[in-house]
């Protein structure tokens, strides 16, 4: 079943459609929030601000790209809303997970996993604020450049910048993580 | 348009060429340009690679409670959209009073005549009945009922009465020492 007609289900009021919905789309979002915020307690107060603003939004939701694409759109207003709201913080950029989430049982293919995810969630932390936004949107939407310089207010030219130098950094710090140390692990993993 | 890609034009724009974001003329280049560039291919394979790692290993599963409160909250939040007796009611209100005057009509034609002209003092009586009866034989009804519409028919008596004056207080006052 696809996204709009899950919306259409909800919408005419069946109350299975909401949960599906969410239930699709918690890990995209979840996962940007965190990444861009670097706190999960913020990431948290976020997720829910933005599901209830979209499921708010959803009677005049028409279809224009990915419902994902859209979810993230506004997961990233919110959290530019939050902190114009939030202005005596400390900024993102001097933020770094201490939290990361338990998920499983401590096997030696779990902690090795787990420390790659970290390593992963590490580096993109350390990004600056304005490559970590471009860098996400890009990696949890199906926006374009353009749309994303639109999102960012920013010339597509410096958007293009700032992935590059996100990626470059991202590289530089999973420098240990080699592609046949990560498949090597994922193969254990399925074992 | 037939102008060479540079190494560093393809570095800068290598996500427009990844999203397939480029018009066809200069994707064609851009594979030219590829084709003889071992350096921006290695550059091609570095990035994909390395977003390749994040999609792999940077996802987060949002908490099960957080879901489940999420949906709850946004269900509360949301319009009911069973329609409850309220909704029902604002929606057929112009037809509820439609229906309601319209059978006030039927049952109590002077009252409505009452409000809507002032040419017909007369209290109601009759309702329905009346109606039947004026149908039947307008001339006898209208005689009957002395209805003022018609003139020089009008009931003296009904038109010309007052409610008795209440005595005033100091009238009252004065009486006792009658």
Redo the contacts between chains.
Sequence with gaps: MTDQELIERH???D?DA??QL??RH??????FL??LTGNRTEA?DL??ET??KA??AL?GYREQGAFGSWLIRVAHTVTLDAWKRNKGRETSDDRRLMDY?D?GPATDARTE?RE??Q???GA?AKLPEKQRRVFLL??HSDL???EIAEQTKEPL?TV??H??YA?AT??AE?QP?R?DD?DRI?ERNRR | MNSRVSCETFEEGVWLYLDDDLSPDERARWDNHLEGCERCRETLSNSQSTVGLYDRHGKVDAPEALIREVVSSAAMADTPRTPTLAVVTRMWRPVLAAAAAFTLMLYQPDLIGHKISEHRPIPPRGGYHSIARLLADPQAYLEKERSPLIPGLESPARSRWRAPRKPDRDTNYLRRFR
Excluded: C, W, Y
Excluded at chain 1, 26 to 31: A, D, E, G, L
């Design positions: 919408l005419s009021g109350p909401l949960d969410v239930r918690q890990r995209n979002v979840f996962s965190v990444h948290e997720f829910q599901f209830i499921i708010a009677p989430p998920q996993s790659i995810e390593a992963v969630t993109v890009r990696q374009k450049f353009r030219n293009l910048s992935m590059r990626v991202l590289r999973l993580f592609s990560i994922a």
